[in-house]
């Protein structure tokens, strides 16, 4: 149960802009051996267990000292262990060399999870980085899940594509153009964006205290950035010559497809960052699985409702991007909720069925629309005014 | 256990009633209706209702009722013409659509051709 809590916290960052927690500082210089770097490794991991925070920051070099001064060395110690519980004991210390730099590897045994603190050490035997990373070996079970998520989707909502465009390969193609996206919107637009205006306004992260202006900023980012990313191909004329009114949805589909796979990939990355989710087996991210191949659907149908004003004109355009907005905003709404602490995980994890069967309506509704406007090949055999 | 045999039984029971009716799908042109038959499915088309009769694919929809490969039975919604009534081997492909006044009807007569000539000569002599 502690662990579903765990994993639906995180998924239910996936819907919204949070940021990953910087759990590191690094300011590295050219370092050369130095002896017993194991004992200091030890010694400084010792102080943080101990509290002695002002104690282990003397082992900091100048930049570093600089860049994580003992309270913040307290702040993000105890961040760590208020995810993966109490710190239980040092499992073993490996010194290894990484490009040209003196690495300490302390494995160190948490009550939820092991925990790899990676200690750079500069040439004075001062220390120069340090990382909390889980710790793995090998691949992170989360791309393994990430892996699964992508073949499902494009199978299934790839394979209905294809199936009900009458078999259109170009679809399929054209969902390549927006797998990047994401990535590029979350760490070029919307990260600096959400930091911009923490840092400006004085606001601490977002909560179910937060002024509910800011809670609708953050419910609308994701949004306004995202469409407005998926609908960027319609730039190219090729591409606008191809959205007509019997192709504006599988356009649609495809570009908000290959948002959303991208997306999965995005997430995963960030996922295997968080020091909990280290050491587990993929099928433990069996909820991030389900949730993503949803969400590829939905993504696909959002940029749909778009593409298909954008066939009646710049105000239509206008009209289908408001509609996605809001489509979109409806389906991040469940994890919001339960981020600000206002809904159970339970409701939180049953809520995207509502946007996923909205989605399938709407699907349906397109479509039908489309269709009308194909001029369809039949055999009349009788009629009555035969 | 009794329970769960009775929940399998609960669900497979209309299934194999289905799959046993199948040899019987048969299409019945007499002087005044079209019959269409399968098992307990039973559609009557009154001749003088049937307003045009095309041949033509049809856009499955997702929410489709009962359609598994090479079964189409009961009432079918589709992308393009709504719901037909249907009692067909197939769900998409070269289906036979009457139209009536009411409603729409899919068949896929193994002799087209025939059925055709034989409703154009039973409605030629109405």
Same mark, same amino acid.
């Given at each position: ?9 995180? @998924?239910?960052?996936?819907g ?6 910087? @759990? ?15 004992t200091l ?5 010792n ?50 060399? $990484? ?33 909390? =990373? ?12 990430? @892996? ?12 209905? =594509? ?5 078999? $259109? ?9 927006? @797998? ?11 990260k ?62 495809a ?39 949803? =969400? ?31 489509l ?23 809520y995207?069925?509502?946007?996923? =069967? ?9 479509r ?9 090949? $039949?055999?009349?055999l ?5 | 256990?009794?329970i769960?045999?009775l ?61 598994l490969?090479?079964?189409?039975l ?53």
């Amino acid at each position: 149960m502690e662990q579903s809590k765990t994993l639906l916290t995180v @998924l239910a960052a996936a819907g919204v802009l949070i940021p990953f927690p910087l @759990l590191y500082a690094q300011v590295l210089t050219a370092v050369s051996a130095t002896p017993d770097l194991d004992t200091l490794a030890i010694t400084f991991v010792n102080l943080l267990e101990e509290g002695k925070f002002e104690d282990a920051a003397e082992s900091f070099n100048k930049q570093m000292a600089e860049a994580l001064p003992p309270r913040e060395l307290e702040a993000a110690w105890n961040g760590l262990t208020g995810r993966v519980g109490e710190f239980k004991g040092i499992i073993e210390v490996k010194v290894t060399e $990484e490009k040209g730099y003196r690495v300490v590897y302390v494995t160190c045994d948490f009550a939820k999870t092991s925990i790899n603190i990676k200690i750079v050490f500069d040439d004075d035997g001062k220390i120069a980085g340090l990382w909390f =990373v889980p710790a793995t070996e090998g691949l992170h079970a989360i791309y393994i899940a990430a @892996l699964i998520a992508t073949a499902t989707s494009v199978l299934l909502w790839g394979g209905l =594509v294809y199936w009900l465009s009458r078999r $259109e390969r170009m679809y399929l193609a054209l969902m390549l153009v927006t @797998l990047p996206f994401s990535t590029i919107v979350n760490l070029c637009v919307k990260k600096p964006i959400y930091e911009f205006l923490l840092s400006s306004l004085n606001i601490p992260e977002w909560s179910v205290t937060s002024p509910w202006w800011f809670l609708m900023f953050v419910l609308f980012l994701s949004p306004i950035t995202e469409e407005a990313v998926k609908l960027s191909p319609l730039v190219a004329k090729k591409v606008r010559r191809m959205v007509g009114r019997s192709s504006a949805l599988w356009v649609g589909m495809a570009f908000g497809m290959g948002f959303g796979i991208g997306e999965i990939w995005y997430l995963a990355w960030g996922f295997s960052m968080v020091p909990e989710l280290g050491g587990y087996p993929f099928y433990y991210f069996g909820g991030f699985v389900a949730e993503r191949i949803a =969400v590829v659907f939905i993504h696909g149908i959002m940029t749909a409702v778009a593409a298909t004003g954008f066939t009646k004109g710049r105000n239509g355009l206008l009209v289908g991007y408001v509609g996605a907005l809001f489509l979109h905003a409806f389906t991040n709404m469940g994890a919001m909720l339960y981020q600000i602490g206002f809904w159970d995980e339970t409701l939180a994890s049953f809520y995207l069925f509502l946007p996923t =069967v909205v989605a399938f309506f709407i699907f349906e509704h397109l479509r039908k629309k489309g269709l009308a406007d194909q001029k369809h090949a $039949e055999t009349v055999l009788f009629s009555r005014s035969d | 256990m009794l329970i769960s045999a009775l929940s399998s039984l609960g669900i497979g029971a209309p299934f194999l009633v289905i799959l046993l009716s199948l040899p019987s799908m048969r299409y019945e042109l007499d002087s005044d209706n079209l019959v269409m038959r399968c098992g307990l499915l039973r559609y009557v088309v009154p001749l003088t209702s049937i307003k045009r009769i095309t041949k033509r694919d049809l856009e499955i929809s997702l929410w489709s009722s009962l359609r598994l490969p090479g079964l189409a039975l009961f009432t079918v919604p589709y992308a393009d013409v709504g719901k037909v009534k249907m009692c067909a081997t197939s769900a998409s492909k070269d289906i036979i659509l009457i139209e009536t006044d009411r409603d729409m009807h899919g068949i896929t007569p193994a002799d087209e051709e025939g059925f055709i000539a034989d409703f154009r000569s039973r409605i030629g002599g109405m």
